[in-house]
């Protein structure tokens, strides 16, 4: 994953634990660097070592950890200059969830070697939506929970309803379904 994650989990740790418990994370997960750099490519093991510790050390589970970044990095990214990006993603939720991909590939022109989830989406009717999430990498649904209610909260969607209906692993794919519903 690339440093902006790892920032990203920095900057969430720090403004709900302080930066002392950072410190505490980065020694346990074994990082020694003093800094992430945004736009630099680290081993996907170095991020989930540091959920890992963040989850030991602040006695939160690593879903609910996952999940509230997921919320946070939706702030966090337009916060650190990929507001204008985001808003390519487009002006309503559903429509920003319909461009996900295109989002990723923009940002895959930035970042070499990014290696993105896949969206598709199915609408239901008026305000639920089918949301198929497939990625390379195990154990962040969490995450995607929590980017959900991000995104929910940004485009002031009322009582957004997540509903995980199924998770299935075929070769080095995971694939989870979502039902999404609101007001």
Wanted: glycine fraction near 10%; charge should be negative; charged fraction near 25%.
């Amino acid at each position: 994953m690339y440093g902006l994650v790892n920032k990203a989990i920095e900057g969430l740790v720090v403004s709900e634990f302080g930066a002392q418990k950072w410190q505490q994370i980065k020694e346990k997960a074994g990082y020694h660097e003093e800094t992430f750099i945004s736009m630099i490519s680290y081993d996907d093991s170095i991020t989930y070592n540091l959920v890992g510790a963040a989850s030991e050390i602040t006695n939160v589970s690593p879903e609910n950890l996952l999940e509230a970044f997921g919320s946070y990095w939706v702030k966090y990214t337009a916060e650190e200059g990929y507001g204008d990006m985001l808003k390519m993603g487009g002006d309503n939720f559903v429509d920003f969830l319909n461009n996900l991909n295109d989002l990723h590939q923009r940002v895959g022109s930035m970042m070499p070697g990014l290696v993105p989830p896949f969206f598709e989406t199915e609408g239901l009717g008026d305000k639920k939506i089918k949301l198929t999430y497939i990625s390379k990498r195990v154990g962040l649904v969490p995450m995607v929970i929590g980017l959900l209610k991000g995104l929910g909260e940004r485009f002031e969607i009322k009582n957004l309803q997540i509903h995980n209906e199924a998770t299935l692993h075929e070769k080095d794919e995971y694939f989870t379904q979502f039902i999404l519903e609101w007001n």
